[in-house]
């Protein structure tokens, strides 16, 4: 029984210490740019952005949290040569409640992606991706999630996955040049509520060798 209760006793000492340390840093009142507040960033922290423009272009790191309270008021704007968000190996990431979309470019034959997953484990939630040049959001291995997102007028398609393992619920992928989501080179989806509408080239696509999708309640409509 002793030895019962003092398992429980480090246990709960143990989940307190990691509490104390999680930290959460307020951009732009503790750090001017969010990439200096990810850059300062360790697992577990989370770079809250207050409302506003932030006009960077973002790498992700694992463990780290990035959230807005408004997804229609915290806008992250990047330049248009590379991904407003780039994550590669980011395990246990996350971008909640914000909004991404590309600086205006110069030349059109540019075809740049907003969000760019390669491999780990992320999470988008409740986020909107405006007018990429490229896709909206690009996945390239690894297992990851979107919920609730908005993914719309994006140059090519709004969601590509190839070699990964992607969940989707509640998400909108409207008026974009290429597909509204395409799922291949072993590709797997799993989604529920998904909406598809305005596509220019097709709502929904899944093809490849390996590719293969479990669907409820998708509406791929006027495309």
């Given at each position: 029984m002793i030895d019962r209760r003092v398992a429980l006793l480090l246990m709960l000492l143990a989940s307190v210490a990691a509490s104390q340390e999680r930290?959460?840093?307020?951009?732009?009142?503790?750090?001017?740019?969010?990439?200096?507040?990810?850059?300062?960033?360790?697992e577990g922290d989370i770079v809250e952005l207050q409302p506003g423009l932030y006009e960077e272009n973002l790498s992700l790191k694992s463990g780290v949290t990035v959230l807005g309270r408004d997804a229609a008021k915290t806008i992250v704007r990047g330049a248009p040569t590379?991904?407003?968000?780039?994550?590669?190996?980011?395990?246990?990431?996350r971008l909640e409640n914000l909004t991404f979309e590309q600086a205006k470019q110069e030349s059109s034959e540019d075809k740049v992606t907003a969000?760019?997953?390669?491999?780990?484990?992320?999470?988008?939630?409740?986020c909107a991706v405006w007018r990429a040049s490229g896709f909206g959001v690009h996945i390239k291995g690894g297992e990851h999630r979107l919920e609730g997102c908005r993914v719309r007028?994006?140059?090519?398609?709004?969601?590509?996955?190839?070699?990964?393992?992607?969940?989707?619920?509640?998400?909108?992928f409207s008026f974009n040049t290429g597909a509204g989501v395409h799922v291949r080179v072993k590709g797997r989806i799993t989604g529920h509520d998904i909406r598809c509408e305005g596509n220019k080239e097709i709502g929904f696509r899944i093809a490849g060798e390996g590719s293969e999708g479990a669907l409820t309640a998708l509406d791929a409509r006027a495309n």
């Open positions: 930290r959460t840093l307020v951009v732009p009142r503790d750090f001017e740019t969010v990439g200096a507040a990810l850059e300062e960033a360790v590379a991904p407003v968000v780039r994550a590669v190996d980011a395990e246990g990431a969000i760019l997953i390669s491999e780990g484990s992320v999470v988008l939630d409740g007028e994006c140059g090519r398609e709004g969601l590509r996955v190839e070699d990964a393992k992607v969940t989707v619920r509640e998400c909108h």
